[in-house]
Every structure is written in C-alpha cells, then in structure tokens.
C-alpha cells in the first residue's frame, strides 16, 4: 500500500497536536536522563518538546520555542504552560539542528559553530533528573551536584529557598534580599539600580541577629512569603490571600515583566492570583515609559503635554550630554518644568532639604549626571535624579514640582540634516551651473573652432546639443554623420 507524503506529513502533525495537548504524552518521557544523553530540537515542533518529566507529570524539562525561531531551555508547569525557569544563556539560541544539550556529568547547551551558551558546569555528575517540586537536579550517587533551585529566573516555587546570593530577575527589573527586607530594583541606567519596592522584616516571631548569617525567604505552604534566619522561625511573614487556608495545589512567585511581584496558586485548572506586591499601577517603575506621567486610573500622558503619548512621542530614545558649556548655554536639552508630579516611589529615594526650589534646580543643573528634581514645596525635599526620567505619578498638589531636562539630540540632529541637504543642493546647483557653463563655454569654443575645422567635435558633445547651439551656417551634418 502506498501513502502520500502529504498523509504522512498530516498523520504526523495530528500525532503530534495529541502528544503535544495532553498530559498523557509524558507517560512515554524519561524521568531521569543519565550520562551521554544528547537531544538536538526537532523542527516540525512549534511549541516546546519535553525531554524529561517529573514524577508527577506536573513539570517537564523542554526546548521552549521563543519568537519563533529562538529556543530557551526551561522548565514548564506542564498544564498551563508556564515556564517557572529558563537557563541563562549567554546570547539567544537559534532553533536549530546545530544546537545540541548534553550531558556528560554536566548539562551543556552549545552550538557546533557559536560554542557553549550556557552550562551546569558541575563535575562527576552521574544522573540528571526533575523532582516534582520543577527542581532540576545532577546527582552523583544521590549526592545533590548543581540544581536549578540554586539559578532561579524570574519564579520562586513553593518551598523554593531563596538566598541573599539569588536573584530574579525580569527584563530591567530584580528582586534581591537585604540585610533585613526584600526589595525590588529598576536598573534605569547600567551598573545602577534604583529600589523601588521595599518590605521590612517585621521581626515579630524571631529578631534578626547581626553576625547570624544572612537571611532567606521561601513560599510556605500555609500561604505566605516567609524569611528566616533559623528555621527555628520567620523573621517575617507576608501573608497572601490563602493565608492559612489548604490549598494542594503548587505555588510560586514571580517577578512579571512590569516589574511586579506576584503570587499564585493552582487550582487544578488555573493559576489563582493570590499576592500582588504593586496595587496601584501607577506605582509601577515604569508604567508608561521614559517622560511620561501615570494618572491613578491608568491613563498614559507626556510629561510634556505638548506632546502626544499615543503617538509615542514623549521621548526619543537618545543619549545627551547633560552639561551646559563654560557660557552657561544649554545646547542639548531644554528644561520642562511641571506642577502636581511626584515620583512613584520617592519614599526609598534619597533627598536633601532645600530652603526653595531655585536652590533645589540649581544643584541638579550644575551637576553633568542629573537628570531631573523633583520639590515638595512643603517639607523642602528635593529629590535628584541621576538616570533618564522615567514614569512620574500626577498628584493632585500642586506644591509638588517637576524640573526635568529633556535632551534636544533628536531636534538637533534633523536640523542638521537639514543644513547637510541645503548644502548639498547648493553644491549641486552649483556643479550644474558650473557643468552648463563649462559645455556652453566648449561650445562656444566649438563654435568658433568650428569655423576653421568642422572635424574638431568629433568625440564630443552631442550633434543634438550641437544643433541646438548650432547655426545653419555649420556643418551639422558632417558632425552627426560621426
Ligand atoms: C500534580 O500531579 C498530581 C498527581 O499526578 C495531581 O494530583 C495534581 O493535580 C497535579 N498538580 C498540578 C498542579 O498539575
Ligand atoms: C514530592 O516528593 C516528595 C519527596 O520525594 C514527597 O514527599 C511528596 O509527597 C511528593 N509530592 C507529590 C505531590 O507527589
Ligand atoms: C531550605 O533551607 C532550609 C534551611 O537551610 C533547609 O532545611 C531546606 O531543606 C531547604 N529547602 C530546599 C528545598 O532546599
Ligand atoms: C551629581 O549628582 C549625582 C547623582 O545625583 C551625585 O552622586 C553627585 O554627588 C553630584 N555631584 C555634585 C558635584 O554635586
Ligand atoms: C512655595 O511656598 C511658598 C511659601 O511657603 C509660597 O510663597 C510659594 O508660592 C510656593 N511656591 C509654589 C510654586 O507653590
């Protein structure tokens, strides 16, 4: 019996649609993958393809498919899909034949061509497997070598400790402890990052004590965000909406690509919201981007109100310098000032008192690495900025001042294209006057020449052109026969 090769291509794909949309596809996938196992990601798949599985069929180990033609290597809570940890890789992997994991006592994702994009780099390894809490781990007789819990990406899982080393992070945006509280940091500008979330140990049950180590924090299973010292007890607790309730299913915490943190629980069929860190959207970093202004109720506008925020015109994204030369003149940016703003998260900032708001401007205009200052003409707080002006909350007290300097790069640089074109056309015309000129002139000569040797043309202008400027008197027709 013969069969298409479209029938096949078909049969194929429905297989695949039935492995892919059911749990039961990973009663055929491995729990434990020992060493000189290799995969390579298959390119008919355009979803994610599961190579390894805990034993609840929960959690699954995949080559995760990422705008089409990227792949991460991650961890995914198999019945919504959601990815609870990616491998860090040093650059973006392709989709490829070429790209390969392997383990060989370590776990390696590398590249024939590109060379290693990221790896365990553990020794001695002798087994890899998935437990069913998504801990990813290489074992040597049992002995726990490296784990995935120790990498966290953007997601902590119930029971998941997370230490003052770790970090999650999100884009620009990171979750770390400190030395009593845990806080949330935008890294606005590199090498640089401005907190803005802060939670405090309450030190309610147990207080924290100096030279007793650094504290941790884990998901409970009783329905909070607990840090420790000691197991002994939490030297805080956030309580999420599930406080003290049983709940089965998994939990886990992220860090979301606006920088919030959030919780969540499954309840078999999704994930329950159960813990929001930002209420108010408008407290986000930067929830309507670079020189914008956040309204509570979540409506986006400029801070400079000439301009429009649908059409993404509050900022162009290119870096000045902010200093004005030795003749106080300010060439690259223009000042906007703006009554009723504040920043979102000026409580953690750093301010200095000012007798009034002259003095408050003046000690940001001075200073090359100051972006902007905001004034409360109330309390004489000033508060600096030093990296480009991000998202500021409209309030409705109009003792709050804006100063901002807003670079004037994109103005500058069409101007002078402008100048170049004008100096181009201006050339041009020039070089075609000149050209005109030059072949009037020959043609003139031509002419003149011509009276004495009608042969002289022969390899130049046109006989059109010679027409044109010609007299009957020449001899026109001698000159086109050529
Ligand atoms: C995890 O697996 C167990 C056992 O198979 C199942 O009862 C439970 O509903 C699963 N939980 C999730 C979150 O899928
Ligand atoms: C997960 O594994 C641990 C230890 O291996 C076990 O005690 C626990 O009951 C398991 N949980 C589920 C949901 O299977
Ligand atoms: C978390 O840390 C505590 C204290 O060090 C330890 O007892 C526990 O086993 C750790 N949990 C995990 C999942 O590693
Ligand atoms: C300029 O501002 C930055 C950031 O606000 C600050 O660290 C620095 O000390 C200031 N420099 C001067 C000379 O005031
Ligand atoms: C700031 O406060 C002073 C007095 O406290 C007042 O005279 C001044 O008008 C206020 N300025 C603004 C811009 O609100």
């Keep these: 019996m013969r069969t298409s090769h479209s029938e096949i291509t078909s049969l194929h794909q429905i ?6 949309s059911t749990p039961w596809f990973q009663l055929g996938i491995t729990q434990e993958l020992l060493i000189g196992f290799s995969a390579t990601p298959d390119s008919s798949i355009s979803t994610f393809q599961p190579l390894l599985k805990d034993p609840t069929g929960n959690f699954s180990l995949v080559f995760l498919r990422v705008n089409q033609s990227q792949l991460a290597l991650a961890i995914l809570h198999f019945l919504s899909s959601e990815p609870v940890w990616i491998a860090k890789t040093s650059t973006s992997v392709k989709w490829s034949k070429s790209t390969q ?31 069913n809490n998504s801990n990813l781990q290489i074992q040597q007789k049992s002995h726990i070598i490296w784990q995935s819990f120790d990498f966290p990406s953007d997601t902590l899982i119930g029971n998941q400790n997370f230490t003052s080393t770790m970090s999650l992070v999100n884009g620009g945006f990171s979750m770390s402890l400190g030395d009593d509280f ?3 940091y935008a890294s606005f500008k590199p090498d640089s990052n401005q907190i803005y979330w802060k939670h405090t140990a309450m030190q309610a049950k147990a207080a924290i004590v100096k030279g007793k180590g650094s504290i941790y924090a884990r998901i409970s299973s009783n329905g909070f965000l607990g840090m420790y010292q000691t197991e002994a007890a939490p030297v805080d607790v956030l309580p999420f909406d599930s406080f003290q309730r049983t709940i089965t299913g998994i939990r886990r915490l992220k860090l979301e690509s606006d920088g919030n943190l959030k919780g969540y629980f499954w309840n078999g069929s999704i994930w329950v919201n159960e813990f929001v860190a930002i ?9 309507c981007g670079l ?3 956040c309204e509570p109720g979540k409506s986006c506008s400029c801070l400079d109100d000439q301009k429009d925020y649908d059409l993404g015109e509050c900022f162009s994204p290119e870096s000045s310098n ?19 703003v504040e920043l979102p998260y000026k409580e953690l900032m750093a301010f200095e008192q000012m007798g009034s708001l002259d003095d408050c401007e003046s000690s940001c205009e001075r200073n090359c690495s100051c972006w902007g200052a905001l004034f409360n003409n109330a309390s004489g707080y000033c508060y600096k900025v030093d990296y480009l002006i991000n998202t500021l909350v409209s309030v409705g ?6 100063y901002f300097k807003v670079p004037i790069v994109a103005e500058k640089k069409r101007l002078v294209s ?7 056309l201006v050339g041009a015309i020039s070089v075609f006057i000149g050209v005109v000129g030059y072949v009037s002139y020959r043609v003139w000569r031509r002419k003149r020449r011509g009276r004495l040797n009608s042969g002289f043309f022969e390899n130049g202008l046109s006989p059109g052109s010679y027409r044109d400027l010609g007299s009957s008197s020449f001899g026109s027709v001698e000159l086109s026969k050529s």
Excluded: M, Q
């Excluded at 297989?15 to 892919?20: H, K, T, Y």
């Excluded at 902010?322 to 003149?329: E, F, I, R, S, V």
């Excluded at 402008?418 to 181009?424: D, L, P, R, S």
């Design 279 to 287: 209420t108010n959207d408008c407290e986000l970093p930067s929830s």
């Design 397 to 402: 007290d109009e003792s709050k001042l804006g």
């Design 101 to 131: 994991l392997i383990f060989d006592g370590r776990l390696t994702l590398s590249d024939r061509k590109a060379g290693v994009f990221w790896s365990t780099h553990s020794n001695g390894g002798d087994r890899l497997l998935l437990l």
């Design 322 to 340: 902010l200093c004005a030369d030795t003749n106080g003149k300010r060439d690259d940016y223009w000042i906007l000032r703006r009554k009723g």
């Design 15 to 20: 297989l695949l649609f039935i492995i892919l």
């Design 182 to 184: 845990l806080g949330l």
């Design 418 to 424: 402008v100048a170049v074109g004008v100096v181009i």
């Design 291 to 293: 020189y914008s202004l």
